[in-house]
């Protein structure tokens, strides 16, 4: 679609979505969906939830975040749970400030700026549709007219609750300009808007001998008051303070607590009575979620000064810990270099995942659980399985250390090295060496990092050296076996022909001399010992693959050695220590024959056709799988 037909028809939307009429109109629309009355923190609820909720292994996950926010399930299901759903249901928890607290690089400002854009989206649609009082500068609700004496009826009969008292500026136009008849009153949709500051509003500190309370709170307009005579007239005031215009929807407070004491007072009588101060008037009622962030340094600061007590018990503190499982932290880093004007330089499969490594090593903490070292620890928390170990130890491990993931290296630090070595180096393709390479040179620039972290990161480098060795082998095993097709399936029917007689008691027949003999222990194990499977799991194991066997027996298909993810790496794993020679002298030799050329540049093809590699990071990859097997 042509680009002015795409902006022509995104206008036209939102002129479709233009509503005015008056409070009786609006009325009779509440009498048929109560919806649009409902509060700030239910509207962003009710955002959340409208892109899905799905339960995974027991707890919630939430398809709204999943767009920008990575490994963070059970942090997040904890903000909504806690925080946004009871708040949504009117409970106290409402009355509270929610504190966003982790380390930096986290994902609190990414997470606030994803409720924000989810409110403008959500508010143009029929369920999160905002109504307010025409020409109101706050945009308040409408029902706000409706007088105190009346509100349990009114409450009753269109199944609404009715908070709040009229603004300065509204309560005048009343008696001004409508003579005291609410009937007349105009209403109008809005649609939240950061940029047009409808509903939801951003507060930064700035230096305190500068700031002024009327950022948040609006200023007298001095320009006027000699037309009005009064400081208390609403007319001489501007509401444009980042309370006032934040009103219905959601502000969000940056470093809340880098800010003025003076600042936050107003927040004390907000979040616990729905109304603050301004000026020379009454109490100005405010519907808003008051979302603020900070670090750990500065929240311990905070707490331990006792003049804060009242605005700390104003508070909901949700800790934001980094991502500890490699696989999102991964998609962090492919996020932001997409994001970038680096996106078409090849990242080589892995790489990304060897940097994942590193960070998610620098955030764990050492268990007491016995037999459990980092990297099977890493693995747990990414959802491999690792032999011996339950879901029961997962969450165990989980549980161990409260304060897990709010230490360590963040996302910012890696991809500050990458970007750094790709503009240096300027590299056409980047491979895990490149990138390991520069997170070590770049310690001795990390200004937070002791002396102490810097040996216990160089040594988790090399861990993430040696788990990308062990996936560079297994990439040029699988590509290597495929040339091997025919042997891997010879070898997968005989594993199961020994595992039938095996398990049925039986003999097995040798296709040579056709005489009985019993099954080949020697190569049952020998295939098994590739992906660890010991001498006590062994029967377990086999078994499995006979039940299996049998499963596809009843549907009338045949088990093929692809069907089983376990059995196939073995196979694999095994056919490759067999070729490992062969393996060996092509990758490494420099002046290959025409029969080693042809195989090298086969697997070449499968790399670069199945596995995301380009011409250059596939024939690095055979050239140090060849080093690695020569060593």
């Known amino acids: 679609m042509d680009i002015f037909q795409r902006i022509a028809a995104y206008q036209a939307e939102s002129n479709s979505l233009v509503w005015n009429g008056t409070f009786k109109d609006y009325i009779e629309l509440l009498a ?7 509060t700030a923190h239910a509207r962003v609820y009710e955002m959340i939830e409208s892109y899905g909720v799905e339960e995974v292994n027991g707890r919630k996950r939430y398809k709204f975040f999943e767009q920008e926010i990575f490994g963070l399930d059970r942090a997040v299901e904890k903000l909504v749970e806690e925080y946004f759903h009871s708040a949504a249901r009117r409970l106290d928890v409402r009355k509270r400030i929610l504190l966003l607290m982790g380390p930096v690089s986290g994902g609190k400002s990414t997470l606030v700026t994803l409720l924000k854009r989810g409110l403008e989206k959500f508010s143009r649609t029929e369920k999160g549709a905002v109504y307010a009082i025409s020409g109101c500068p706050m945009h308040e609700d409408p029902l706000h007219l409706v007088p105190h004496e009346l509100r349990p009826e009114v409450e009753n009969a269109l199944n609404v609750r009715i908070e709040g008292n009229l603004c300065p500026v509204c309560q005048m136009k009343l008696k001004t300009q409508y003579g005291g008849d609410i009937e007349k009153v105009g209403v109008e949709r809005v649609l939240l808007s950061e940029e047009g500051r409808i509903g939801i509003g951003t507060f930064s500190p700035s230096d305190p001998k500068s700031q002024d309370i009327a950022d948040l709170t609006g200023s007298i307009d001095f320009s006027t008051i000699t037309e009005y005579g009064s400081e208390s007239d609403p007319r001489a005031y501007r509401f444009d303070g980042e309370l006032n215009k934040a009103n219905r929807g959601l502000m969000e407070f940056q470093e809340m607590l880098k800010c003025d004491e003076k600042f936050l007072w107003n927040l004390l009588s907000l979040t616990q009575e729905g109304n603050f101060k301004a ?89 007491k659980k016995q037999g459990v070292d980092l990297v099977k620890k890493m693995r747990l928390y990414d959802g491999e399985e690792v032999e ?67 040996e216990r990161y160089l040594n988790f480098i090399s861990i993430a050296r040696k788990e990308y ?6 990439e ?93 790496e073995a196979i694999e794993k095994k056919l490759f220590t067999d070729l490992k020679d062969i393996v060996k002298i092509t990758t490494s030799t420099k002046t290959p024959d025409e029969n080693q050329l042809k195989r090298i540049n086969e697997v070449s093809k499968r790399l670069i056709d199945e596995h995301g590699y380009c011409p250059v990071c596939a024939n690095e990859l055979l050239r140090y799988v060849g080093s690695l097997l020569n060593r």
């Open 469 to 474: 060795d062990e996936l560079a082998k297994k």
């Open 476 to 568: 040029v095993q699988k590509a290597f076996v495929y040339s091997f097709e025919e042997s891997a399936r010879t070898l997968f029917e005989n594993y199961l022909d020994n595992i039938e007689a095996f398990c049925n008691w039986t003999k097995i027949r040798d296709p040579l001399t056709d005489e009985e003999m019993d099954p080949d222990e020697r190569l049952m194990r020998s295939i098994e010992e590739q992906i660890g499977i010991s001498e006590n799991a062994k029967k377990a194991f086999r078994e499995e693959i006979l039940i299996r066997i049998s499963a596809y027996s009843r549907k009338g298909k045949k088990f093929e050695y692809n069907h089983h993810d376990r059995l196939r």
């Open 279 to 367: 000026g020379r008037f009454a109490l100005i009622s405010a519907d808003e979620l008051i979302i603020a962030h900070t670090n750990e340094s500065e929240y311990k600061a905070f707490i331990a000064n006792k003049k804060n007590e009242a605005l700390q018990s104003r508070m909901i503190v949700m800790p934001i810990p980094y991502n500890l499982k490699v696989s999102q932290e991964e998609k962090i880093y492919a996020k932001l270099i997409g994001q970038s004007d680096m996106s078409h330089v090849h990242i080589a499969p892995h790489a990304l995942r060897s940097a994942a490594i590193f960070s998610i090593l620098t955030r764990l903490k050492e268990t």
């Open 388 to 454: 011996g170990y339950k879901d029961a130890d997962l969450k165990e491990l989980q549980n161990e250390f409260l304060e897990e993931g709010m230490s360590g290296v963040d996302p910012r630090y890696v991809i500050n090295r990458i970007s750094s070595a790709l503009i240096k180096q300027d590299l056409h393709c980047m491979g895990a060496l490149d990138i390991l390479r520069a997170i070590k040179d770049g310690l001795d620039q990390h200004a937070s990092i002791t002396k102490e972290e810097r």
């Open 32 to 38: 048929k969906d109560p919806s649009p009355a409902m």
